[in-house]
């Protein structure tokens, strides 16, 4: 009866130390492809368990050694790669330059709708240099590159050849990373295993859950109820009844996702923007920079922060947040000043306002439909009678472009940008260069905005070695670019996670969840 009784604990003490190496985390965000060459944020944050890049990013994104392990510009248009020696596959195949050549060439030429090809446009040829050293050649001088090439995963060519995205449910999924993939259940999430065979220091974690939970409260629920051990995107309201919890607890930092506004400025008639009785006004008012300037004046961007985020974010005057790449500290954003924006607004024709939609999401920031009813009641204030629609992400990225013309089917909409390098001049070419989708410039400038002068100020920054320089450059870009308006940043998000009590991680600024931070506290 004694031994019985000891191997009935036996089987129990194996199965806490089995649940003991499992972790479940829920996530807002679900994955909508397994495919390592979408850049999409939420996909990102699983896929880089997997997949490692050639350099990893730090905390605030910056390049620090990973499936290489030095590299030098050995001129301005080409940079050396040193691989790490001893990195194999999941499969036990051997990482080789080749497998960094086919997954730059797979990258260039996979179609989905959100892709790398901005961070390798200028790569132009990958070599090997012997077993361990890849050479890349650019078309221009690329200063930056290590900042790119940290974004993307390396694949296998192996296992990638002739590759559809469905086979990265399977077959193509072979990466170097400390996590497998191991299976995928569509709006419901995914499971990793450990990688024995990892190079760097064994993953802690055996089993690793993501599970997608899109409805905040439920997210939270679970966490309390132990049925999660971690979450990400706790919304500001919710935080409190996780501070005032005695299993769990809360980690954030300010993050590099940028909320703002783009108006639509391309066309000389919008009929997107009417008067009073509905009618399409003779001209488009938001070609005209006073108009700009006045809505960026009526919004109370402490009290969005502060009350609508409940703490949960940062005022927003520029593109990158503090403590990131070329962060400008003496560009504040504009003060709230209403009686300033209906002055403006009369001296540019509209002293009774107009009539505008504003379009932002539901679903994929925290806090998004709540900041964007805050938005049109501080817009209506100063004369800018705005409707508000709130729509799910993925509709209001169709919604860009779902005009008659290519451009949005509304005056104006809300979305967040955060640059996946980390780098200001990423922001810049994205969010105001001309808009060029053959030579990847102006991914995400719907505006119709085009400034020859602010585009040469950013091609220099780009291709300029010398730091001190290429910031100087940047600083002058983008103060003309938030002169311009036309974009106008709202706030920064806060990167907020609630974690079991006796857990912690390391708070990134891009708000991924990576796994290996995730440790038991001493």
């Known amino acids: 009866m004694a031994a019985v009784i000891a191997a009935f604990a036996a089987g129990l003490a194996n199965q806490g130390a089995a649940r003991a190496q499992d972790l479940r985390i829920g996530v807002r965000a679900a994955l909508d492809t397994a495919d390592p060459a979408s850049s999409y944020s939420p ?6 368990q997997i997949y490692e890049p ?14 290489a392990v030095a590299w030098r510009m050995r001129d301005p248009t080409t940079w050396e790669f040193t691989l790490r020696e001893g990195v194999k596959f999941h499969d036990g195949s051997p990482l080789t330059p080749e497998d960094v050549a086919a997954t730059i060439a797979r990258n260039m030429a996979t179609e989905v709708p959100q892709t790398y090809k901005s961070d390798i446009r200028e790569i132009v040829s990958v070599e090997a240099e012997g077993p ?3 050479i890349l050649r650019t078309r221009a001088p690329s200063p930056q590159l290590p900042f790119s090439v940290a974004t993307f995963g390396i694949v296998s060519a192996r296992a990638t050849k002739d590759a559809t995205p469905e086979d990265f449910r399977g ?13 995928w259940t569509p709006g419901q999430g995914v499971t990793l295993t450990r990688n024995p065979d990892y190079w760097g220091a064994k993953p802690h974690w055996e089993k690793v859950e993501f599970r997608f939970v899109p409805n905040d409260s ?13 979450i990400d995107a706790v919304p500001p309201g919710l935080t409190q009844r996780i ?3 005695s299993n769990a607890h809360l980690l954030s930092t300010t993050a590099i996702m940028m909320l703002y506004l783009q108006l639509e400025m391309g066309r000389e008639q919008s009929p997107y923007v009417t008067d009073a009785d509905g009618k399409p006004l003779p001209k488009n008012p938001f070609q005209d920079i006073r108009v700009r300037h006045a809505l960026s004046y009526a919004i109370n961007r402490a009290a969005i922060a502060d009350r609508a985020m409940e703490g949960a ?6 593109f990158m947040a503090p403590g990131l790449d070329n962060h400008d500290p003496a560009l504040k954003p504009l003060p709230y000043d209403p009686a300033k924006a209906r002055a403006l607004l009369a001296e540019a024709g509209y002293p009774k306002g107009f009539n505008i939609t504003l379009a932002c999401s539901n679903d994929r920031y925290p806090g998004d439909a709540r900041v964007c009813q805050a938005l049109g009641q501080m817009l209506g204030a100063v004369g800018i009678k705005t409707q508000v629609e709130t729509v799910p992400i993925s509709i209001l990225f169709r919604r860009r472009s779902a005009g008659a013309d290519g451009r949005p089917d509304v005056a104006a909409f809300m979305l967040g940008y955060g640059a996946p390098n980390g780098l200001a001049t990423s922001a810049l070419t994205s969010l105001v260069q001309t808009q060029d989708r053959d030579r990847g410039r102006g991914g995400n400038n719907y505006t119709g905005y085009s400034s020859p002068k602010l585009d040469a100020m950013i091609e220099s920054a780009m291709v300029e070695s010398d730091e001190a320089k290429r910031a100087a450059l940047v600083r002058e870009a983008t103060h003309l670019a938030i002169g311009d308006a036309p974009v106008v940043p709202v706030y920064f998000t806060k990167a907020i996670w609630g974690l079991r009590r006796d857990l912690t991680l390391t708070p990134r600024a891009d708000s991924f969840t990576f796994v290996d931070t995730i440790k038991p506290e001493k």
């Not at 439920?218 to 971690?230: C, K, Q, T, W």
Request: proline content about 5%; cysteine-free; charged content about 20%.
């Open 43 to 48: 996909n990102r944050n699983i896929t880089l």
């Open 54 to 67: 050639l350099l990893l990013q730090d905390a605030t994104l910056k390049p620090v050694a990973g499936l």
């Open 132 to 134: 361990r050293t890849v």
């Open 171 to 183: 077959k193509a999924a072979i990466g170097t990373g400390p996590y497998r993939w191991s299976e």
């Open 218 to 230: 439920a997210r939270v629920a679970s966490l309390l109820a132990g049925d999660l051990d971690v």
């Open 243 to 245: 501070e005032a919890s």
């Open 313 to 318: 974010a940062e005022p927003a005057g520029q």
